[in-house]
């Protein structure tokens, strides 16, 4: 049985690392089921404070995934219309495009947010900019996470 839950845990690490960059992939939480079902079996335990922490990491990770791209094009001088344009657009791009839709659809919502808003083009299309920027750090945080949960399966599997 152990090796049916290290094997599909396995399995979990890898779609979670691979959840880190294909948008439609819950990467972080993906990995975070390989640690429980590596913590499972009977031979590789983790303390609970250690699965516990790394539940919070998990979740905080998979919102501020969400918030970040809204958060880059204000940072870009996006306006209320294009942060919320940012918010909407990640939900269409998500629901009617994915995965490219998730990558998209942010920037697009930006820029439309803005445009709506009265901005000239060359400011719409920079808060647009941010909200990608946002999302490429929200990837950039999920790899690393999955990245650092696939390093603790791997180590307790060698120790």
């Given at each position: 049985?152990?090796?049916?839950?290290?094997?599909?845990?396995?399995?979990?690490?890898?779609?979670?690392f691979v959840g880190g960059i294909v948008p439609i992939l819950p990467g972080p939480p993906l990995s975070y089921v390989g640690l429980l079902l590596l913590h499972f079996t009977e031979r590789y335990q983790f303390s609970s404070?250690?699965?516990?922490?790394?539940?919070?990491?998990?979740?905080?990770?998979?919102?501020?995934?969400?918030?970040?791209?809204?958060?880059?094009?204000?940072?870009?001088?996006?306006?209320?219309?294009?942060?919320?344009?940012?918010?909407?657009?990640?939900?269409?791009?998500?629901?009617?495009?994915?995965?490219?839709?998730?990558?998209?659809?942010?920037?697009?919502?930006?820029?439309?947010?803005?445009?709506?808003?009265?901005?000239?083009?060359?400011?719409?299309?920079?808060?647009?900019?941010?909200?990608?920027?946002?999302?490429?750090?929200?990837?950039?945080?999920?790899?690393?996470?999955?990245?650092?949960?696939?390093?603790?399966?791997?180590?307790?599997?060698?120790?």
């Amino acid at each position: 049985m152990d090796y049916l839950l290290i094997s599909i845990g396995a399995i979990f690490m890898i779609l979670g690392f691979v959840g880190g960059i294909v948008p439609i992939l819950p990467g972080p939480p993906l990995s975070y089921v390989g640690l429980l079902l590596l913590h499972f079996t009977e031979r590789y335990q983790f303390s609970s404070r250690f699965l516990i922490i790394w539940a919070a990491i998990t979740v905080i990770v998979y919102a501020v995934d969400y918030i970040v791209p809204a958060w880059g094009a204000k940072k870009f001088g996006g306006s209320k219309r294009g942060i919320w344009g940012s918010i909407i657009g990640l939900f269409l791009g998500l629901l009617f495009f994915p995965p490219i839709g998730i990558i998209i659809g942010p920037f697009i919502g930006a820029v439309v947010g803005e445009l709506t808003g009265g901005k000239d083009s060359a400011t719409a299309i920079k808060a647009g900019f941010g909200s990608f920027f946002g999302f490429l750090v929200g990837t950039l945080l999920k790899l690393i996470t999955s990245g650092f949960m696939a390093w603790y399966f791997i180590s307790e599997l060698i120790a």
